[in-house]
């Protein structure tokens, strides 16, 4: 009796887990998957010249010096920097005013920035280095100083541009200092 009683019991329970089963199996659900495809993202500059510029020293004449930044479409929004590399002798032959817009890197002598926003993506954004697009001839500089000078000593003025990412993360943006230490230049 006891084997049936048991038995029965076994049955009744088994019974009870297979509807509890069941039931349990129609209380599901499942949704669509959701893809997300992810873009990568990048900053890209360009720095361009006039290629028909006159670089003949006349004393307090202006000359054409038009280097242009441009940040190119879909660029994601960036600090972008001018380094202007003067040759020893620059300053005695001529000087230059930065375009406005540019703010001096403190602490790094000849590196300029500005933060650039993301352009649209059909739009370039084009941003002058040099002001008016010139240097100038200082009026002191004599026969004497021109005739001194050799091809291996015309004074110079090299620009590069640079870019970096504007923010650390979503919260947290670089100072100026720190994008410029990005680019390890």
Do not use: C, H
């Not at 010249?49 to 307090?60: A, H, N, T």
Request: glycine letters at 4%; zero cysteines; proline letters at 4%.
């Amino acid at each position: 009796m006891k084997k049936k009683r048991i038995a029965m019991l076994i049955a009744v329970a088994m019974l009870i887990v297979g509807v509890i089963g069941l039931t349990i199996a129609w209380l599901t659900d499942k949704t669509d998957p959701v893809k997300n495809t992810f873009s990568p993202s990048d900053i890209n500059i360009t720095l361009t010249e006039s290629d028909d510029l006159d670089l003949k020293m006349i004393p307090g004449y202006t000359i054409k010096k038009d280097p242009l930044v441009t940040v190119k479409a879909n660029s994601e929004k960036a600090f972008v920097f001018v380094k202007l590399e003067k040759s020893a002798n620059f300053d005695s032959f001529m000087s230059y005013t930065m375009a406005e817009g540019w703010t001096q890197l403190t602490g790094v002598d000849n590196v300029w920035y500005r933060v650039v926003d993301a352009p649209s993506s059909t739009n370039d954004l084009t941003f002058q280095v040099i002001e008016d697009d010139k240097v100038v001839v200082k009026n002191t500089v004599t026969k004497a100083m021109m005739n001194a000078l050799t091809e291996a000593t015309y004074p110079t003025l090299t620009v590069t541009a640079y870019a970096s990412q504007f923010a650390k993360d979503n919260t947290n943006e670089f100072t100026a200092a720190e994008a410029w230490g990005n680019l390890n230049p």
